[in-house]
Nanobody
Framework: QVQLVESGGGLVQAGGSLRLSCAAS????????MAWFRQPPGKEREFVAA????????YYADSVKGRFTISRDNTETTVNLQMNNLNPEDTAHYYC?????????????????WGQGTEVTVST
């Protein structure tokens, strides 16, 4: 049974940093693209960042480029999201997701597995 468990969310002031982690189990981790999505209050779930399964290529939403960094540890089967210079628009429920696909990695529809998410709140 595939499990994705996120941690690291919390309340932070604008300009601060948080590091989210996602522990994966029940899947051949190296064979999956890993991604982070978020759902702001009252809005649709949106793509944040992804790291591909083979070459480790990185993909970011324009809104987080230069501030967020995604990384993966294939030995520990974890994927992390370092978030710097946070602003109130980053307030959302953040989800970890896994996909065996190699194309269209920003599309949430290709992700077969999802965690329960972790809440991030950025205050002014």
């Amino acid at each position: 049974q595939v499990q994705l468990v996120e941690s690291g969310g919390g309340l932070v002031q604008a300009g601060g940093s948080l590091r989210l982690s996602c522990a994966a189990s029940g899947l051949t981790f190296r064979g999956y693209t890993m991604a982070w999505f978020r759902q702001p209050p009252g809005k649709e779930r949106e793509f944040v960042a992804a790291i591909s399964r083979r070459l480790g290529r990185l993909y970011y939403a324009d809104s987080v480029k230069g501030r967020f960094t995604i990384s993966r540890d294939n030995t520990e089967t974890t994927v992390n999201l370092q978030m710097n210079n946070l602003n109130p628009e980053d307030t959302a429920h953040y989800y970890c997701a896994a996909s065996a696909a190699t194309l269209d990695l920003t599309n949430l529809g290709i992700y077969a597995y999802w965690g329960q998410g972790t809440e991030v709140t950025v205050s002014t």
